[in-house]
């Protein structure tokens, strides 16, 4: 079979359009080629010559999975465990003092844009490491994503060792020790060494799809203490990226901390949050 034609400008405008209307993600004119080659793998499975019919083929499609199709295709899911050393650093150096102040013994925390769990699953590792009262806590961590796709592979909690798939670094940057304590050793159908996080780590975890940018953040009446959004915010337009830490600013306790990727910073929220070192923010 012949593959898909190249997209073309107009077509390309189509799509742009789509992306903002529906995951609110900006996407430059030179994202052409990098639009074309993800969107050219679904074309070839429908067997659809040409990006205008596909984008018709999307707009008809009532059942909104082709939409998570597209979702999927155009997001970057990059991401591993413990990305980001010094936020790591930060929270081993302040959590005793963030913990003094919590006298009802609840936590709760959100990894917003959690892509295939990494980010949550650190969190959780981490607060377990650090708190040796840790069962006579009630820890709550929310993992949210727009795709639907890497949600499920979270919930699920495998890694493969060689897990490469979209850049991921998969399992292979965990230091051995929190290897053993924390995932169990599977052997998968091929025979590929797999690992499984452990219940434990699992029972705070909630995993839910939520759109950062057209969700409704209403419902999040219990405020959190700390909110992970890193590598997601750098796709949106400045309105979009306002907006949704203003969301944050209401979403989060006093005091609560934001911590946003390394690339990423909250430039327009300066009423609402102070820098307390890159990456990491305070609710004012
Ligand atoms: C690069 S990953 C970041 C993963 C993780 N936070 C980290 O820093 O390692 C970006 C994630 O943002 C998600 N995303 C993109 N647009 C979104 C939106 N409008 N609402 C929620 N999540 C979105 C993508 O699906 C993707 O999994």
Known sequence: MLGPQNISMEEFRLFQKYVFDNMGITLA???????????????????????????????????????????????????????????????????????????????????????TGEEPYSLAIFLHGKMPDWAQWDIKILATDLSKVVIRKAARGVYREDDVGGGQKGIKNVPRHILGSYFELLKTESGERAYRIIEEMKRPMTFRTFNLVYGDFKPFVEKF?????????????????????????????????????????LTQNKDEFKLIKPSIYQKI
């Not at 059942?63 to 929270?91: A, C, M, N, P």
């Not at 915010?233 to 901390?257: C, T, W």
């Open 29 to 115: 004119d030179h994202k052409i080629t990098l639009v074309q080659g993800r969107l050219s793998k679904r074309l070839r499975v429908l067997n659809i010559p040409s990006y205008r019919e596909y984008y018709k083929y999307v707009i008809n499609d009532k059942s909104g999975e082709e939409e998570d199709e597209i979702f999927d295709l155009i997001s970057t899911h990059v991401t591993e465990f413990f990305r980001e050393k010094g936020q790591w650093d930060y929270l081993n150096e302040n959590l005793e003092h963030i913990l003094e102040k919590k006298r009802d013994k609840r936590i709760r925390i959100w990894s917003a844009a959690c892509s």
């Open 225 to 265: 203490d700390i909110i992970f959004c890193r590598n997601m915010m750098i796709y949106l337009d400045p309105e979009a990226q306002r907006k949704l830490v203003s969301n944050y600013h209401r979403a989060l306790v006093p005091g609560g901390f934001l911590f946003v990727g390394h690339s990423e910073s």
